[in-house]
């Protein structure tokens, strides 16, 4: 799937850039339940927020954990 050419041209003339996408897909793809949130000052991205909750069960630790800071994609 691939991103309309103006939507993405509109994301990165207020700052938001290939590794915040890159960044955002994986949370979205190792989350529960959590946020993602942009904040933006007079137009630009300024900083994200995110909020990841995941179950205390050691195989999901391990799983978000290798998501997150491992370089694997989680399947």
């Known amino acids: 799937m691939s ?13 938001v850039t290939e590794a915040h996408l890159v960044f955002l897909l994986r949370l979205l793809d190792i989350q529960r339940n959590g946020s993602w949130a942009w904040h933006y000052v ?4 300024t900083h994200c927020d995110a909020h990841l909750l995941f179950p205390g069960k ?3 630790v391990a799983r978000v954990a290798e998501a ?8």
């Not at 997150?68 to 399947?75: E, F, N, S």
């Open 3 to 15: 991103l309309d050419r103006q939507l993405w041209e509109d994301l990165q003339a207020h700052g």
């Open 42 to 45: 007079a137009g630009k991205l």
């Open 58 to 60: 050691a195989y999901d």
């Open 68 to 75: 997150w800071l491992g370089d694997g994609v989680v399947r």
